[in-house]
């Protein structure tokens, strides 16, 4: 089982092991799901918080071996692990402190903004989040007023500087106390004793997560701001504790590193970048009048030559889809073939094939597979985005193959 208390005082523990028996675990990485094969491990007791209320899991190793998800079945800590350990084997468990320690204060710190929240606006919280940056609580109302969160966040940090306990006690589910205390429900396979979290003379709220024992270990909070949440709700984005110190080592660090690119002070930044962002556009725009104009270059050009065939082929750095198809209408593909790609020449980019249309729709598809990419076409055009120019020489080749069948009158 998991000892719920026990987080305040140890960050290792001896215990044994109760069962280990093979699982599946699905992790994400980088937006990616992934299948893991391990063991599902159930313990004596565990210091190991199992994710719920709102707050991660906390991971650690038991015997050696680490802990990659904890879980909660009814009373029950599952803890995911990639070994097999023996059943009752007596094993050492060791918490990665640094990771509690700033789920503890985010968490705490989330019981105290919504407790604030709730008594100097009336704004109720409906859920929250701790992120693995920043931290959001959704607040039941569709806007709010200025002002209200910067003196929120005085309200907040002068309780954290009045360094008021925080204590954990223990109620049964029929004790009169129990509807005295904020809750948004239990949950079904709940089991044993309510666990009542109470900031002293701020809140009392039923939760079953890792909290620190006094305000004063939060340290600070900043509300970073709002945003529009879902279905007229409102979402306060907060850090707390060391995540500030963090948050204000970073921003520092990027601030020193515009200043050397901008050459201007930081109070300047934001001007300095919009002047450039102006001088970008100005920029973009008459490069883009020059690529327009050199496309009706290149294709009078091609126009011209007395033997220029019915073989059209040009890759150029710099382009867009206009760019090609300015190039390809000025020389008109009924009876030529047209090849165009920009972009990097070994890397990913945009072509455009174009041509009598049996032909087009012939080819079309194996250029784009020798691309690497995707493309569509009607009417004798058929381009598309190209994640790979490496095999472009062989795309040519075989347009000039097909291309030969113009110059023979065959169809």
């Known amino acids: 089982m998991y000892n719920s208390d026990s987080c305040r005082e140890f960050t290792s523990f001896d215990t044994c092991v109760v069962s280990c028996v093979p699982a599946e675990l699905t992790l994400e990485n980088n937006g990616k799901k992934e299948k893991l094969k391990g063991f599902n491990l159930k313990l004596k007791d565990t210091i190991l918080f199992p994710e719920g209320g709102g707050q991660p899991d906390d991971h650690g190793t038991v015997g050696g071996v680490p802990v990659l998800r904890v879980l909660r079945q009814g009373p029950e800590a599952v803890h995911f692990i990639s070994s097999a350990l023996e059943e009752g084997q007596e094993v050492h468990i060791k918490l990665d402190w640094e990771r509690r320690f700033d789920h503890m204060q985010q968490h705490s710190g989330q019981h105290l903004i919504t407790a604030l929240a709730d008594t100097m606006f009336g704004y109720k919280t409906t859920s929250w989040d701790l992120g693995r940056q920043r931290s959001s609580i959704e607040l039941d109302t569709a806007t709010v007023k200025p002002g209200e969160m910067e003196a929120l966040e005085v309200a907040v940090n002068e309780k954290i500087r009045a360094h008021i306990p925080v204590a954990v006690n223990l109620l049964s589910i029929d004790d009169p106390a129990v509807e005295k205390v904020r809750s948004r429900g239990l949950p079904d396979d709940h089991a ?3 666990r009542i979290v109470d900031i002293e003379g701020v809140d009392a709220n039923m939760c079953c997560g890792t909290h620190v024992s006094n305000l004063s270990h939060l ?193």
């Open 192 to 194: 044993g004793p309510i």
């Open 219 to 411: 340290q600070v909070i900043k509300i970073l701001g709002t945003e529009k949440g879902k279905k007229n709700k409102t979402n306060l984005i907060f850090i707390a504790g060391n995540r500030v110190l963090k948050y204000a080592e970073k921003s520092y660090s990027i601030e020193k590193s515009l200043t050397g690119l901008l050459k201007t002070g930081a109070d300047e930044h934001v001007d300095a970048v919009d002047k450039l962002q102006k001088t970008v556009k100005r920029l973009q725009k008459s490069n883009l009048i020059i690529l327009r104009e050199m496309a009706v270059l290149i294709a009078q050009n091609f126009k011209n030559k007395p033997d220029r065939g019915n073989f059209f082929s040009l890759h150029n750095k710099d382009g867009d889809n206009e760019f090609m198809n300015i190039i390809a209408n000025e020389i008109g593909f009924q009876d030529t073939v047209i090849f165009l790609t920009v972009g990097e020449e070994k890397g990913a980019g945009l072509f455009l094939l174009a041509g009598p249309e049996n032909i087009v729709t012939e080819v079309g598809p194996r250029v784009s597979e020798l691309l690497q990419g995707k493309g569509a076409g009607k009417a004798g055009h058929y381009q598309g985005k190209a994640n790979s120019l490496v095999k472009r020489a062989e795309a040519e080749a075989l347009l000039k193959e097909h291309s030969c069948k113009l110059t023979a009158g065959e169809e």
